[in-house]
């Protein structure tokens, strides 16, 4: 009998009591570990399983692994670490067996995966350091991490054992330190959610496996931040974290991962949302730049780590605007703030962009020059330039509309309107840049001033007859009529997309001619442009032979023939081309002649076959300096076409790019929105009226509007959309024309309102953007708040007539008080040296005194002047939700009447009666008050005759602060103003600061001597976001109290009134230099309003 059967003999009872399998498992890894151990260590080892057995009920299940894993475990370490194992697994199995089991069975794969020190990776071998001692540390810390997860109930024991089986993946990617460093981690994430801790400890093994070895450290550092400040957030970091952090150059990984565990530990939960986005803006800038960044910001963060991932966030924008080199220029006046000043808040804000001062330095350091900055003047430009108002505007509204332009970069005009990149950068300095724009300017001028949309079939040209009615009969058939002239013309040729390029090249030509000619000015920055265009063309030998010949039209056109290289064989071609292309460069020539001369040049090109690289390089060459010097059309109409060489195959027309300078052409699409916009006004003829089916058509066949990518069903829904955003566009462009005529206006051209792209039910909404205060950081954050003006709802007459019956009194009186206040007709003015009559008393005067040798002047003449009141003024009424509350809620003593007097026969019918009357008459609220002073100054101030405006404002949170207009200064009173009174309701917040800011914009436009803004509230500004948090009251203060301190600035004369018994509280700071008033009694509103304007126009 062997030693192993003989010990299991010996233990049979003992390991009978736990079960019939026990025995089995001993038996087997007792026959395995016989000629392992030694006699004296076989027995130890007996002993180990049988103790582990007899642990508790259920420890026989630990005891199995342990007899299961103990001869691998044996073949990998020492028999005193064996011994020590068992103790781990003993003192385990006292908490709970099936943590001891999942221990027990996990240690094989544990030790074969456990990763030698990086420190001693030459050393494994070193002095005093050793595989067997780096194991004994591990196990025995592997056992104790485990233990600290263990809490004591099943959740806590799942969580165990989970770690225990997935060990072996963790520490294929993890030394001992940093699994204890997980652990810690999973030990608080437990605290919160067991699910979250399991899903991330599931995540783990994968994660660090793929982990750079470097970035693993770093990696738990934040996470052990984040799990404390905000450990919702950790699984989303265990998922996304990874290829985040793999976006940023492996040197500077670990440096960005401390300070994001800095910013999160001061951030709390805004700390995560602040690493996914600046890890992601790292991953947008090129990683030679990420040692820059992380230098600087590090630097920063000795200070404010978050003012540092600030600028890490920003860097990405910055970099649109100025060089790398620049970057630390753009810093200093940040770092100034912060360390100098000491104006944390200002540096924050400073780099996050939330600064006129951050905008401004950038603004000086950067070559670029945005739209935003020079619209006014270009729109000036271009009135200089035609004589009339253009609308200059971006070309990201344009694209938005969804109408057929899609390149924002490109300059272009849809006949009525100029749109313009939002910014140019092409050259390193500003001015260059801004003489870019002055040419586009002038060229999208040029074609609205030159009539490039005017093409009428069957006209001639000055200097080409037209030439339609003897192409007509080889024209292609097409199914539909055109609907434009411009798509009849095109329907003449088989290939749209070459004369519509050829059409695009002659038109441009023309232009540019005509604009060298009217406005020299602009010439030579128009010759410069061209130049470098001529030299950014791609090389003519590499496309097929009709995108070569237009590609040389086009370099023709830049003014630069000497970069045309054409075949030798076919030049003979190129120089009647060029001859025609002329023809449009002659004073007087029309878009008539253009498309006479698009047509000849259509007619060489597609006599030559479409193929690529028919030619040697040395076969091509430039043209004879004397080609296209006379301009002349070609004779007849057509050129015979030329055998296609054999083994060559006819390739599709490419359209070569457009240069910048000229932007975008749609001349069909032009014409097809000119015609829906006249149907849409009603100025169409009769029959003129267009189908869907026929513009749809139209649509589908035009080279101008394309679809490339879509398929069928997607092309069918995407003309669909495009019909529907073409015919709202031409509703709403007819009713701003209407109303333009109405007002006897011209278009405003501001190029910010919200004119066009929609014709949906419901007001039209301009979107206006301001600047708001900061006042920690004692700075504007730019363009933060939106204000979105509209139009106020129309109610009926009946509110307005039943006010005034209801306060006749009141009204009558407020009306006599203010006629009071109309100036006389005419005011006598004395003491003058001319004028129409003598002052009898100033002629005597003036006797004696001369008599007396004193010399007055002879001031005896007095006349009568016409003295008018020039005062305007804005009333600005809070409408939010707080105003529906009610003026006087009923009191609870109110129950007795006359009817009931306490006896209960008579209750029910009390009962009813009063119901009844509270039905009738509904409690007044603090909005209908509102009205209520509206109405009765209306009425006082159509007596006086001054100007004024009504508007409510309301909103929610910055992006969304809502502009009624109710009256506008110049606007008549009428029917309409009555109708908007009745329907001022309560809607949402309190943003006072932009409410304000639009009011004193619209002030300023409006001419008058005297401008007074009344403002009218329920309570203090608030709002969502309008401050740090929900709690945080005083920075709506400072900007309401800043933006009353700008319309002081601008001559305008502010005053505050609020209901608001606690008001005194903070308008003691928010009104310290402006006027205001508490009204106590509420009802006693309208008459205060009325008699507080009187005390102010006065001043």
Sequence with gaps: MSVADTLADRYDAELQSHGVGLRDEFLEAARELESMLTPEDFEVWAERGAALASQSLRSWEAAVEFFRASPEVSRLIPFDLLVRWS????????????????????????????PADPDFDIGIQGENITQQTIIRTDLDSWAQAGERLHQGNWKSIALTVLFFDESPKIFSGLSMPQVDQLVDVLVVLAERSYQLATTCLEASGALFEELDFHDREPFLQFAAALSRSSWADTRLYFERGPELVSRIEREQRGAFLQLAARVVQSAGRQGFPHFLETASAM???????????????????????????AFLRSVPFVLTRITSEQLEQWVEPGARLLFDEGNIEGAEAYFKMQSTRAEGTLASLSARVELGSIHGLLRMYAKALTGSTISIRSTEE???RGIGWVQQSMATTEGTSIFLPPFVGSFPEQPSNFQ?????TTHQTGRIEFGSFHYQWGVDGVYAPASVAERLPDAPQRERDAITDMERFFDLFEVRDLIASLFTVVEDTRVDAAVSREYRGITPWLHRLQSIEAERRPDARSMSLRSAFVESMLRSSL????AIRWPKDLMEAMGTALGALAVVEEPNATVQDSAEVAGALYDIAVSMPNIRNPYNDEDWEEPPSDFGEQAQMPGGMGQSERELPEDSEEQEFEVPAQPEFRGDFKPELVQLLSRLRDQ??????????????????????SSEVGFPDASEGDMAASMGQFLSNLEKEAAAAAKAKQQRDQNGEESDGEGGGDEGGSSDKGPEITWTYYDEWDFRASDYRPRWCRVGERTGEEGTLDYYQDTLQKHHGLVVETRRQFELMRPETFRRIKRLEDGEEIDLDRAIEFIVDKRAGVGPLAQVYWRRN????????????DMSASTDEEVEKPRSGDRTDGSFQGDPRNYFQWLAERRAKQISEAPKRIIDLEKESLVLIAEALEAIGDSYGIYGFSGYGRDNVEFHVIKDLAEQFGDQVRKRIDKVQPVRSTRMGPAIRHTIAKMEKYDAKAKILILVSDGRPQDHGYGRDRTEKEYAVHDTHQALLEAKRVGITPFL???????????????????????????QLPRRLTSLYRVLSAE
């Excluded at 820059?292 to 910001?297: G, I, P």
């Excluded at 003014?559 to 000497?562: L, Y």
């Design 283 to 309: 991953g947008d800038v090129p990683v030679n730049e990420h040692e820059t960044m992380m230098r600087l910001a590090q630097y920063l963060a000795r200070r404010s780590p978050v003012a540092a991932m």
């Design 436 to 440: 870019s724009y002055k040419v586009f």
């Design 866 to 877: 016409k003295v008018d009141r020039d005062v305007a003024v804005a009333f600005l009424m």
């Design 87 to 114: 103790e781990s697994a003993e003192r385990l199995s006292t908490e709970s067996p099936l943590v001891a089991a999942a221990y027990l069975r996990a240690t094989p794969a544990v030790v074969q995966a456990l």
């Design 559 to 562: 003014g630069r023939r000497d």
């Design 1057 to 1083: 009134i609020t209901v608001d018994k606690e008001g005194h509280d903070y308008l003691k700071d928010m009104c310290s230099d402006v006027g205001y008033e508490v009204v106590d009694d509420i009802e």
């Design 398 to 400: 344009l694209v938005d």
């Design 680 to 701: 849409a006004s009603g100025e169409a003829g009769e029959g003129e009226t267009l189908s869907s089916d026929q513009v749809m058509d139209a649509l589908s066949k």
